[in-house]
Each structure stands twice: as structure tokens, then as C-alpha cells.
């Protein structure tokens, strides 16, 4: 017999309760590829919600399926206020764990029930929360793949995507991930003159949080499957950029003498390399000194957190006001960005999430690198 446990108000416990249930099915639930970043993974999940359940603009529910009184299966379900679909809100279910069909059965028509309550009709997931070590999609190809945090995992043969597509689920998203070959990108040496390439400071970046929200929702957002938007998500990636000490920004090799292009040479002599974040690459309106496009990479803190030396980094975020898209400003800054990276230790770089149906994206990437993971996400219209 398959017990729920529903939200705080309907099963009458307070938020440490739920969460001190909650870690207990992730500790015997949760799958790791890598076990020692276990506890650190749970804990994070468990901060990210502990805060949620706080928030009154947050509709969240953990559903935890029990077997004599022990944990069998898990899933969150909530509405966040800044997530779209194709610019629509939705319902998201995400961390979905079960190892039958039963219990799968069992947790989504909790989360179903969910989205009803709350007058929402598409479900769409896994979406997991938060994007620093959770993502999107089960994933169905590329196991052997290093583990990067802010890409989602799951056990090879865990077979949830085949329970959901039992249970009416469609596979409507695919995303991909792919590896970042060497070789710079052709006319990626050419900077127009119209741009300055540049790097910013961590108080500098979060200075220009509202202009970087404004970049990003005239970008993409509205057209994307899966949109983070709002502010948590700059928040979050300015979180994850102040865990690294000081001492990893420093750079192993100078970056001049990677590279012979003078304008990446004037970029790198035109800002004190300690003290930049040299993982986010921009180029900027000279007219304006706005930003007309940015590529935000993020060091492997799962490294970081084993006590590791940073050799990879993933190719999170790719950002080019519409006025400047096909104007070569992507090429330059992945071409100014990767000897740098470089100088820093990086030796494994992975351009990650890539929709499918983003046509501009794949024709632009898909050539210089090699496809490792696939993650597919389901979506289903409650009745």
C-alpha cells in the first residue's frame, strides 16, 4: 500500500518536519553518479526548498510515496512565478524518484491534483530545482559523460521517462548537451567595429542585473520550452560564481600568449584578469557601452566541492540582443572567451541544454562539437 504525503497543511506537519522527512527519502532514494557529493546535493535541494515553502509566491508541494512506513518514491511539484513554457506558466513536477510503475502512477496523480487546485492545466517536467545542481529532462543518453552540476542526472537504467509516457505523458522537449572541441570558430577573430569586448567584475555583473534581465527576455524567453526567467536565476548563477575563492580565478597561463588576435590582447590588458569574472565573456556597444551579448560559462563546482582541481566548466547561458544577432558577436566572445578559459586550467568545456527546435543555436554549435548527453522532458494536459 502506497501512503502520500501531501503538503504542510494537509498532513499537519510543520516545514522541519516535512524536510526532515524529505531528506530521509532523498538519502535512500536519490541516485549520485559520484557518492561523495551526495549529502552536499540533498542539502542544497533542501535549502532551495526550505526557503520556497516561506515564500507566498511559491505554490509547492513534496509528495513522498511510502512501504511500511518507508520511503519508496518522491516527486516536488510546484508553480514557480517566473518559469514559462512557450511564454505560458505551468506546473512543474521535478526530482521524480520510482522504481515502479505503481508508485510513479501514485505520485503524479498527486501532482496532477496539484495543478487543478491551482487552475493550471499543463504539468511539464522534470524540472528540478534548483538549477545549480539539479536541470532538466531525464536523461537518456551520455552516462559516461563527467558530472556537471547544473545538468541533470539519473540512473541509466532507471526507467521513469517509460512510466511517464504509460501514464500519458508526451515527450515534448529534447535537449541536447555537446563537447566543445578546440579549435576557434571561423570569423570568430573578427570583432565588428561597432563592439568592445570586455570582462566585468562580480559587483560589476550584479550592478547590471536589470539591464542583463532585460538582455535576456528580449533574447529567448519568450520562445523557449523551458524558461528559467526572473531573477532567481541571475541570483543563483551570481551565487554559484561567489563560491569560488579568489585564488581559482587566478590564471595559470597568460592568455596573451594564446592567442595572436589584437582585440582579445586589448581585452585582456584592458582589465585586471584577478579580479574579473573570466568566465563571463561580453561584448559591449561601443556607442552605448550596453551589452549586446554575453556567454555565461560556470566552473564544475561539483570539483570544487571534492576538493579537486577545476578542469571543466559548462557553457550555461548564451545570450545576443536581437538587434545584434548574425552579426558575429556569439563567435567573437567564444573566441576571446576560450583562451582564457583555457589559461584558467579548463581543459573540458560542455556547451549544455541546447534545445532541439532552437534552429539558430544548433546551426551555429552543432558544427563544432560532439553530442554527449540527451535529456527529453514530458508534458501532459490535466483533464
Given at each position: 500500500?502506497?501512503?502520500?504525503v501531501?503538503?504542510?497543511d494537509?498532513?499537519?506537519i510543520?516545514?522541519?518536519?516535512?524536510?526532515?522527512?524529505?531528506?530521509?527519502?532523498?538519502?535512500?532514494?536519490?541516485?549520485?553518479?559520484?557518492?561523495?557529493?551526495?549529502?552536499?546535493?540533498i542539502g542544497?535541494?533542501?535549502d532551495?526548498?526550505?526557503e520556497?515553502?516561506?515564500?507566498?509566491?511559491?505554490?509547492?508541494?513534496?509528495?513522498?510515496?511510502?512501504?511500511?512506513?518507508?520511503?519508496?518514491?518522491?516527486?516536488?511539484?510546484?508553480?514557480?512565478?517566473?518559469?514559462?513554457?512557450?511564454?505560458?506558466?505551468?506546473t512543474?513536477?521535478g526530482?521524480?524518484?520510482a522504481?515502479?510503475?505503481e508508485?510513479?502512477?501514485?505520485?503524479m496523480?498527486?501532482?496532477?491534483?496539484?495543478?487543478?487546485?491551482?487552475?493550471?492545466?499543463?504539468?511539464?517536467g522534470?524540472?528540478?530545482?534548483?538549477?545549480?545542481v539539479?536541470?532538466?529532462?531525464?536523461?537518456?543518453?551520455?552516462?559516461?559523460?563527467?558530472?556537471?552540476?547544473g545538468?541533470?542526472?539519473?540512473?541509466?537504467?532507471?526507467?521513469?521517462?517509460?512510466?511517464?509516457?504509460?501514464?500519458g505523458?508526451?515527450?515534448?522537449?529534447?535537449?541536447?548537451?555537446?563537447?566543445?572541441?578546440?579549435?576557434?570558430?571561423?570569423?570568430?577573430?573578427?570583432v565588428g567595429?561597432e563592439y568592445?569586448?570586455?570582462?566585468?567584475?562580480?559587483?560589476?555583473?550584479?550592478?547590471?542585473?536589470?539591464?542583463?534581465?532585460?538582455?535576456?527576455a528580449?533574447?529567448?524567453?519568450?520562445?523557449?520550452?523551458?524558461a528559467?526567467?526572473?531573477?532567481s536565476r541571475?541570483d543563483?548563477?551570481?551565487?554559484?560564481?561567489?563560491?569560488?575563492?579568489?585564488?581559482?580565478?587566478?590564471?595559470?597561463v597568460?592568455?596573451?600568449?594564446?592567442?595572436n588576435?589584437?582585440?582579445?590582447?586589448?581585452?585582456?590588458?584592458?582589465?585586471?584578469?584577478?579580479?574579473?569574472v573570466?568566465?563571463?565573456?561580453?561584448?559591449?556597444?561601443k556607442?552605448?557601452?550596453k551589452?549586446?551579448?554575453?556567454i555565461?560559462s560556470l566552473p564544475?563546482?561539483?570539483?570544487?566541492?571534492?576538493?579537486?582541481?577545476l578542469t571543466?566548466?559548462n557553457?550555461d547561458?548564451?545570450?545576443?540582443?536581437?538587434q545584434?544577432a548574425?552579426?558575429?558577436?556569439?563567435?567573437?566572445?567564444?573566441?576571446?572567451?576560450k583562451p582564457?578559459v583555457v589559461?584558467a586550467?579548463?581543459?573540458?568545456?560542455?556547451?549544455t541544454?541546447i534545445?532541439?527546435?532552437?534552429?539558430?543555436?544548433?546551426?551555429t554549435?552543432?558544427?563544432?562539437?560532439?553530442?554527449?548527453r540527451?535529456?527529453?522532458?514530458?508534458?501532459?494536459?490535466v483533464k
Amino acid at each position: 500500500m502506497i501512503i502520500l504525503v501531501q503538503d504542510i497543511d494537509v498532513v499537519e506537519i510543520n516545514t522541519y518536519q516535512l524536510i526532515s522527512l524529505a531528506r530521509q527519502a532523498l538519502e535512500l532514494l536519490l541516485y549520485v553518479p559520484d557518492e561523495r557529493l551526495k549529502p552536499r546535493i540533498i542539502g542544497e535541494i533542501l535549502d532551495y526548498y526550505g526557503e520556497k515553502f516561506q515564500s507566498p509566491e511559491h505554490s509547492v508541494s513534496v509528495f513522498i510515496a511510502l512501504n511500511e512506513n518507508i520511503p519508496s518514491g518522491f516527486v516536488i511539484c510546484q508553480i514557480d512565478p517566473d518559469y514559462r513554457t512557450y511564454s505560458r506558466r505551468a506546473t512543474t513536477f521535478g526530482w521524480l524518484l520510482a522504481d515502479d510503475l505503481e508508485t510513479c502512477a501514485a505520485l503524479m496523480e498527486r501532482c496532477e491534483l496539484f495543478a487543478k487546485e491551482h487552475k493550471l492545466r499543463k504539468l511539464r517536467g522534470p524540472i528540478n530545482y534548483p538549477k545549480l545542481v539539479g536541470g532538466i529532462g531525464v536523461q537518456t543518453q551520455g552516462f559516461e559523460a563527467p558530472l556537471l552540476n547544473g545538468i541533470n542526472f539519473n540512473h541509466p537504467e532507471s526507467r521513469v521517462l517509460e512510466y511517464l509516457n504509460e501514464l500519458g505523458y508526451v515527450s515534448e522537449s529534447k535537449y541536447s548537451c555537446v563537447h566543445v572541441i578546440d579549435k576557434p570558430w571561423e570569423k570568430g577573430d573578427i570583432v565588428g567595429p561597432e563592439y568592445r569586448l570586455g570582462y566585468l567584475t562580480l559587483e560589476e555583473l550584479i550592478s547590471r542585473k536589470d539591464e542583463i534581465m532585460e538582455l535576456a527576455a528580449n533574447s529567448f524567453y519568450s520562445i523557449l520550452a523551458d524558461a528559467p526567467g526572473g531573477t532567481s536565476r541571475f541570483d543563483e548563477m551570481m551565487y554559484h560564481y561567489a563560491q569560488i575563492p579568489p585564488g581559482y580565478f587566478q590564471l595559470l597561463v597568460d592568455p596573451r600568449k594564446l592567442t595572436n588576435v589584437p582585440e582579445f590582447i586589448e581585452t585582456y590588458n584592458s582589465c585586471d584578469l584577478d579580479k574579473v569574472v573570466t568566465w563571463v565573456h561580453i561584448a559591449f556597444e561601443k556607442k552605448t557601452d550596453k551589452i549586446a551579448g554575453l556567454i555565461m560559462s560556470l566552473p564544475n563546482l561539483y570539483q570544487f566541492w571534492v576538493g579537486e582541481s577545476l578542469t571543466q566548466c559548462n557553457v550555461d547561458t548564451v545570450m545576443i540582443a536581437k538587434q545584434h544577432a548574425g552579426k558575429g558577436v556569439f563567435s567573437s566572445i567564444h573566441n576571446m572567451g576560450k583562451p582564457i578559459v583555457v589559461a584558467a586550467g579548463i581543459s573540458y568545456i560542455e556547451g549544455t541544454t541546447i534545445w532541439a527546435n532552437n534552429d539558430r543555436a544548433v546551426k551555429t554549435i552543432f558544427p563544432h562539437a560532439k553530442q554527449l548527453r540527451t535529456h527529453v522532458v514530458v508534458q501532459k494536459r490535466v483533464k
